[in-house]
């Protein structure tokens, strides 16, 4: 079956500091991976996404993300958090080429609070 | 170019009652797809189309009937709601729907049942 998992419900920062919010999932073939945002009462934005190459992905508003292969994970990350990235993130994966790659596979979220 | 639009913004159903949600979006994209997002469970996939006439089922598509008559548009039926229909639902629709595609998100319905 396939599978996402955001271990984490909460993560809380302080402003300035390093923000990672953790995703790892479990998907046939070489998949296909992306990280959306959720601000209140909104639909979801596209951040960032991993398709092939290079395994640090460089996204919008100073994200970005490691894809390790052999921990199959995709780890949200930002060098230097702002009260403004508040919100919800979620990781997700659609199967790679060989398989049905039209299905996406969403985890279960991971608000983000930063404090001033 | 208003990407992706719901309507309607929020419904209160009664259980047993039937409704379309509408989804449209004005990119010429031929994926489209319907998630409901639940607390704790993340978007879950319902249903997906990847052309005119094309559809197929999702993770969840008990309870949910689509179809897709144009290129443009992708509604979403429920035929006797249940409260356990109750969520946010979104539509999202990309370029082909070939792998490593973004997909687009429009705000959502917010639908209660009674």
């Known amino acids: 079956a396939q599978s996402v998992a955001q271990p984490e419900d909460q993560v809380n920062v302080a402003e300035g500091n390093p923000l990672t919010v953790k995703c790892t999932y479990s998907?046939?073939?070489?998949?296909?991976l992306f990280w959306y945002v959720q601000y209140p009462n909104r639909g979801l934005q596209f951040l960032l996404k991993?398709?092939?190459?290079?395994?640090l992905v460089k996204g919008s508003y100073g994200f970005e993300a490691e894809f390790n292969k052999s921990q199959t994970s995709f780890h949200l990350k930002k060098p230097s958090a702002l009260v403004s990235d508040s919100a919800l993130y979620f990781c997700?994966?659609?199967?790679?080429?060989?398989?049905?790659?039209?299905?996406?596979?969403f985890g279960s979220g991971t608000k983000l609070n930063v404090k001033p | 170019n208003a990407g992706v639009t719901q309507t309607p913004k929020f419904q209160v159903l009664k259980t047993g009652q039937s409704m379309t949600l509408q989804c449209a979006q004005d990119?010429?994209?031929?994926?489209m797809s319907w998630y409901r997002q639940d607390p704790g469970m993340g978007l879950r996939l319902i249903h997906y189309s990847v052309g005119a006439g094309i559809t197929d089922q999702g993770e969840v598509p008990n309870g949910y009937n689509v179809s897709r008559s144009t290129t443009e548009d992708f509604p979403l039926r429920l035929l006797s709601a249940a409260p356990s229909q109750t969520s946010v639902y979104f539509c999202?629709?990309?370029?082909?729907?070939?792998?490593?595609?973004?997909?687009?998100f429009g705000p959502g319905t917010r639908l209660l049942v009674l």
């Open positions: 990119m010429n994209h031929e994926y």
């Open positions: 997700a994966v659609s199967p790679g080429v060989g398989y049905n790659f039209n299905k996406f596979y």
């Open positions: 998907v046939s073939g070489n998949p296909y």
């Open positions: 999202a629709s990309s370029l082909s729907g070939r792998g490593g595609e973004t997909q687009y």
């Open positions: 991993y398709i092939t190459g290079d395994n």
